[in-house]
Nanobody, 120 residues
């Protein structure tokens, strides 16, 4: 069964860097896009960054110039390099993707989330 799993969250200080990873597995035949969303306490979930398997990227304004999304086609993985993190980046980060399984069905898949806390 297709699923996505995040890793790499943790506690970092303002100005430091962190790299999140996300692996899609369980019978993935094709990927259209994968991305990262985040949800801070009391706020709605928002898109942070996304990347198509054709390499088109999209970022929310607040992370432009600080975060970089990348993907590894061979590993069905997507990464979020977070530089110069700020306290307002504190949130649960979710990986998602529009994936096709070997049953030829396209669906949206979400990971369980990984906590990122930015604090001195």
């Amino acid at each position: 069964q297709v699923h996505v799993v995040e890793s790499g969250g943790g506690l970092v200080r303002p100005g430091e860097s962190l790299r999140l990873s996300c692996l899609a597995s369980g019978g993935v035949f094709s990927i259209y896009y994968m991305g990262w969303h985040r949800q801070a306490p009391g706020k709605q979930r928002e898109l942070v960054a996304s990347i198509t398997w054709g390499d088109k990227t999209n970022y929310t304004d607040s992370v432009k110039g600080r975060f970089t999304i990348s993907r590894d086609k061979a590993k069905n993985s997507v990464y979020l390099q977070m530089n110069d993190v700020k306290p307002e980046d504190t949130a649960v980060y979710y990986c998602n993707g529009h994936l096709q399984g070997y049953d030829a069905q396209w669906n949206d898949y979400w990971g369980q989330g990984t906590q990122v806390t930015v604090s001195s």
